[in-house]
């Protein structure tokens, strides 16, 4: 058990750090949430600066166009990002930690030339169309329909919750290519394509979540024509071939914010202090517990990156462990952040007020905090699925 | 980086969990429950023979030469198998108490606040203080951790405040007594989860309601994060990450060993299954060494110190 980096790694971070230190001065104004042009283009903007710095892609192999960097290495990345206040990933989100990584593992070299260089270089925009009105945590009951037209799918169906639609270039998009029956089960017969987002047909409705902003849409899609050359994996091998990257999702995608958690407790802790709160023995243990927390959630990261190091890369199923702990620990801090403030809380103007908003949905998106219980219960601890 | 177990270590866990099985398994449990005594100086002996309380005393000194991180491992399966004993304060004595090392002197601490003293009477030695107090009995709940209440003497500190408190020895206990924790939360997971696969009603395994496995899933993740806690503090050393690990393992041994119980049925609230085995010990280790309240207060000192240094990145 050993925490401390080696020279290589310290190098690796020092370098980083100057970078971080040199360029962020040179970053434009940060658009305004509801400005979604602005918003991509920021994105893009900072994901072109990685990219011609060498860090884009860092963690993807390097046949993919990444920089084949080391899990601890991508640990540092994130790290020090998140520590320097550089742009979060946003909307690169899909791109780069979902569909990217699903088309390094699973695509053709034609259809990694295509797709891969746009997302590293920050000039394309995918979204993840899973979701659907009758498809949630039971993923693989969606009823979004394919049927082969010669060289093309032919579309027909509803997605629901698609982060960033409004301005993804790309949808990967789960469909059903063979209906459910008798002889194919639901997690059979379904493919997964590369969806252009302005192909006719395609209509994005923009859904206001409960923060007043945006942030996802339903996606409308009446006789879509997709070319079968999208379709990354074998026809109706979609859910094996989306199962491989999910786990990628629920691994390092958190590593910046539970530094950042750290960083708002800190503040939490100023504000208190300068409004007397902090002579409140309860709220100060509150306080105290939360920072023991989030230091143990951040030792838990590097533990499940050593232990993926030593699997060759592989984020282990410990991502949902993490995941129950730190979507929990997040809403706790930010209720906290509101008895700091008192009052101040109900306004909108205080960042943590917005932050509480959004930390609501932790225990929902990237499956619920029951779906990720059924899945440590069931897959680590090996007890019986239910009826 | 790379904060994972080591070969040895992993080797040292396999080599300490035989150990125990073999000469602390289930029966000798029961056994020392229903008849006592608490503490087995054979046993305490040949936990000495195998390194048990010298491993961190160095090679030279005919100790193991070992560090916290194994002594954490060592610690752990020691409270998996729900050893009895005054366990972590011999420990702490090798070295300074003369028999400690090799298991021959039973060595206790005060180590709880108030005037509650654990195996006075199987002592031969308080840490860090001359001679052993006189104690009156007192009824334990934990029926493998006896209880004397000691009186203040002349002026003399009291035990909650005595020399083992504030002393060096504090952080080292906590850690320790948080391995201890981390054994008996895991094992409290795997109690539940066997029974929950094997009792059946309404015609199914109780394991396949999801009340009970998200209860079980809760468990483990508590277990997983305290764990972690307890090796990276056994790593650094740093008080900070001590206090954490001491908070979230009593919780994750106190919370694992309830929702056990409960997964258990009316068998939970039986003298005949271990769960309750897990839990009073868990109240014990809970009050030893650092409180929650303690613990709380300390990482809260310490958020606010850093909170007003600046950002260390910058
Ligand atoms: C901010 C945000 C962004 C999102 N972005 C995207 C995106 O970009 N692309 C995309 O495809 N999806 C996205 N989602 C959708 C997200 O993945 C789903 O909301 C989630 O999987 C839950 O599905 P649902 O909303 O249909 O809830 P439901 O599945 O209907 O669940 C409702 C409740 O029932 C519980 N429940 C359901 N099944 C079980 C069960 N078997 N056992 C116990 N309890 C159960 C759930 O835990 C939940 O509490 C996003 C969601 C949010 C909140």
């Not at chain 1, 971070?13 to 040199?22: D, F, I, T, V």
């Not at chain 1, 949630?136 to 639609?165: P, Q």
């Amino acid at each position: 058990m050993d925490l401390t980096y080696t020279a290589e790694e310290r190098d690796f971070r020092a370098r980083l750090r100057e970078w971080l230190a040199k360029t962020l001065p040179e970053l434009p104004a940060r658009p305004s949430p509801d400005d979604w042009p602005g918003r991509r283009a920021y994105d893009l903007g900072w994901q072109r600066r990685l990219y011609e710095a060498g860090y884009a892609g860092l963690h993807w192999p390097v046949d993919a166009g990444g920089r084949g960097a080391t899990p601890t290495q991508h640990l540092i990345f994130l790290e020090e990002t998140e520590r320097a206040g550089a742009p979060y990933v946003g909307a690169n989100f899909v791109g780069l930690l979902h569909a990217g990584p699903t088309i390094a593992a699973e695509g053709t070299a034609g259809q990694r030339a295509r797709w891969l260089p746009p997302v590293l270089r920050g000039d394309e925009v995918w979204c993840q169309g899973f979701s659907e009105p009758d498809a949630g945590s039971d993923l693989a009951s969606l009823r979004t329909r394919a049927v082969r037209d010669g060289d093309h799918y032919v579309i027909t169906g509803s997605k629901i919750w698609t982060s960033h639609a409004e301005v993804a270039d790309w949808c990967e998009l789960l469909v059903r290519t063979q209906p459910v029956s008798a002889e194919v089960p639901k997690h059979r017969g379904i493919s997964w394509l590369a969806m252009p987002m302005d192909a006719p047909g395609v209509t994005v409705r923009p859904l206001r979540t409960l923060a007043g902003s945006t942030e996802f849409a339903e996606v409308f899609l009446d006789e879509v024509r997709v070319p079968v050359a999208n379709r990354v994996g074998a026809e109706n091998d979609g859910w094996r071939v989306t199962m491989v990257t999910l786990s990628f999702e629920r691994g390092t995608a958190f590593v910046g914010e539970v530094v950042a958690c750290r960083r708002t407790l800190g503040g939490l802790a100023r504000t208190a202090k300068a409004n007397g709160r902090w002579d409140d023995p309860v709220l100060r243990r509150r306080l105290g517990r939360l920072y023991g927390e989030f230091g143990a959630l951040w030792r838990l990261t590097q533990w499940n990156v050593s232990e993926s190091e030593r699997s060759g890369g592989v984020p282990g199923i410990g991502g949902s462990v993490f995941k129950l702990a730190y979507s929990h620990a997040r809403q706790e801090l930010y209720d906290v952040a509101a008895e700091v403030l008192g009052a101040a809380s109900l306004s909108l103007d205080e960042e943590w007020t917005l932050e509480r908003l959004s930390s609501l949905s932790y225990t929902i998106a990237a499956g619920t905090s029951q779906i990720q219980r059924n899945i440590v219960a069931e897959r680590i601890l090996g007890l019986p699925k239910g009826r | 980086m790379d904060f994972q177990p080591t070969e040895e270590q992993r080797d040292l866990r396999a080599g300490v969990r035989d150990l125990l099985e073999g000469r602390y398994g289930r029966e000798a449990l029961r056994a020392s429950v229903d008849s006592g005594p608490a503490v087995d100086r054979g046993l305490w002996r040949e936990l000495g023979a195998a390194g048990f309380f010298a491993l961190r005393i160095p090679e030279s000194e005919g100790g193991v030469g070992l560090g916290l991180p194994e002594a954490a491992v060592v610690f752990e399966e020691a409270g998996r198998a729900l050893v009895p004993g005054p366990l972590v304060a011999t420990h702490l004595a090798a070295g300074v108490v003369p028999g400690a090392a090799a298991g021959t002197a039973v060595v206790t601490a005060f180590d709880l606040g108030g005037d509650l003293v654990a195996y006075l009477a199987e002592a031969d030695a308080v840490l860090g203080a001359d001679g052993l107090p006189d104690g009156e009995p007192v009824r334990a709940a934990d029926p493998l951790t006896p209880l004397h209440r000691v009186r203040r003497r002349g002026g003399a500190a009291a035990p909650g405040d005595g020399p083992a408190q504030g002393s060096a020895y504090v952080s080292e206990g906590a850690l320790l007594t948080a391995a201890l924790q981390v054994g008996s939360a895991l094992r409290t997971v795997e109690l539940a989860v066997r029974y929950a696969g094997e009792r059946e009603q309404f015609g199914q395994p109780i394991g396949a309601f999801q009340a009970v496995k998200h209860s079980c899933a809760q468990m483990l993740v508590r277990a997983e994060v305290a764990r972690t806690a307890v090796y990276a503090a056994a790593v650094t050393g740093e008080p900070g990450e001590v206090a954490a690990a001491k908070l979230l393992a009593d919780e994750a041994a106190v919370r694992g060993a309830r929702d056990c119980l409960q997964v258990y049925g009316g068998m939970g609230f039986t003298w005949e299954a271990d769960v309750h085995l897990h839990l009073k010990r868990a109240w014990v280790r809970a009050e030893q060494w650092r409180t929650a309240a303690e613990a709380e207060e300390l990482l809260a000192a310490e958020l606010l110190d850093s909170a007003e240094l600046p950002d260390p990145a910058g």
